[in-house]
């Protein structure tokens, strides 16, 4: 078996270490009017920020063509078994095209995953696919225990102004305009189609903050985790959360990642994003 992994650029694992194993990454598109660029290719999360004032572009998916012709790439280099691990399928249209491409390749064996997760939530799959692949499990048990993490995986995370949700479509207008007059900030997951959801909320920055942390403490008190936290524009308010992890919780983390979140999801958060993942 040659088995090549392959996800999107929604991970937000640093392009680096996606190099050094191999992983195949389908860049998702960040458009500024007529310009398109590649995500986390050849444009930043940063360059955004500082245009947000003049323009809030719009991001799409990689086309039928892209997916097509990596297809084509892997086939022509060998492989026969392929595991591609996706942005959720209720945020984007990325598993959907996948899919299809791999409806066109049948002398390889395509799994497409859907990960009901973005960020490092997704990335934490991509790492362990990594993990399992170089131990040599099968196929068919590696694709089985990257789908149970997936179950294993949750997503938290608090914005500063729901603008930018609002704006994506993310997010009614009402409720958003509503949240902005009596400063509520959601506390946002994802649920089990994938989607965001409210899944507590609290009033002002410093009070969401501090409900984030609370949740972080009710879910994983005395659990094995992989924790992730990451932020959007928000570096000093993410180290201090990490900090404040380390050094308060009741889990047992076995390793932690932090940094900034790719540019896709920077388009539709908006500056002041913070979260966390983690992988029990």
Do not use: W
């Not at 490092?120 to 696919?129: P, Q, T, W």
């Not at 131990?135 to 225990?145: A, D, I, P, R």
């Not at 704006?167 to 400063?183: F, P």
């Not at 900034?260 to 539709?268: E, K």
């Amino acid at each position: 078996m040659k088995l090549a992994i392959v996800t999107d650029s929604t991970c937000d694992l640093a392009p680096e270490f996606l190099r050094q194993h191999d992983i195949y990454v389908l860049p998702l598109k960040v458009i500024y009017g007529d310009k398109e660029y590649f995500d986390g290719i050849d444009i930043t999360a940063e360059e955004i920020y500082r245009r947000f004032p003049e323009e809030i572009p719009t991001t799409s998916m990689p086309g039928l063509g892209e997916v097509m012709g990596l297809f084509r790439e892997l086939a022509s280099k060998g492989y026969d078994h392929v595991i591609c691990l996706h942005i959720s399928s209720g945020l984007s249209g990325t598993f959907n095209v996948v899919k299809m491409a791999a409806e066109s390749f049948p002398e390889l064996n395509i799994e497409v995953i859907d990960s009901k997760a973005l960020s490092l939530g997704l990335g934490f799959l991509v790492l362990k696919a990594i993990e399992l692949k170089n131990l040599g499990v099968k196929f068919s048990e590696l694709v089985k225990q990257v789908e149970e993490a997936r179950k294993r995986t949750k997503i938290f995370f608090v914005i500063k102004t729901l603008e930018y949700l609002k704006k994506g479509g993310r997010i009614g207008v009402i409720t958003a305009s509503l949240g902005e007059l009596l400063d509520i900030k959601p506390i946002v997951s994802i649920n089990e189609e994938g989607k965001y959801y409210t899944y507590a909320k609290a009033r002002g920055r410093k009070k969401s903050i501090d409900k984030l942390f609370e949740i972080f403490q009710e879910l994983t008190s005395g659990k094995k985790i992989t924790l992730a936290v990451m932020h959007g524009d928000a570096e000093e308010e993410c180290q201090n959360f990490l900090s404040r992890i380390l050094q308060s919780s009741n889990a047992i983390i076995t390793n932690y990642y932090t940094g900034q979140i790719g540019p896709g999801m920077a388009v539709h958060s908006g500056p002041g994003l913070l979260g966390f993942a983690f992988l029990e």
